[in-house]
């Protein structure tokens, strides 16, 4: 069985000019590998917090989106739901109703806070 997390974090080599400001902002500094001429990441350490995609001034970090293939895959009527931190309130500026209602008119079949986790243990 493969126990390796999915990427979330993509690195453009020909852009990573190896200066570490990535590193300097990462809360899980041993992710990142600068011993070469490229700074790596180990995605099984990687939190996905973004914070070394917004310090790099080389676009040599990006965020992997799967928004695509969740889109297609409802189109295609495949059942799922939605799970959502509660920080969805902030980066929709009170409009996350109507984000929920949109996911749901698009054929989710539930939401859910990521607290509920933490209820339900």
Known sequence: MNQNL???IKIVEENCVNCHRCIAVCPVKMCNDGSGNVVRVNNNLCLGCGECIEAC???ARLGIDDAEAFFRDLKAG???VVIVAPAIA???DGNYLRLNSFLTSL???AIFDVSFGAELT
């Open 57 to 59: 001034t080389h676009d």
């Open 90 to 92: 902030a980066s929709f």
């Open 107 to 109: 054929g989710v079949s």
């Open 78 to 80: 495949v059942k799922m």
């Open 6 to 8: 999915r990427p979330v």
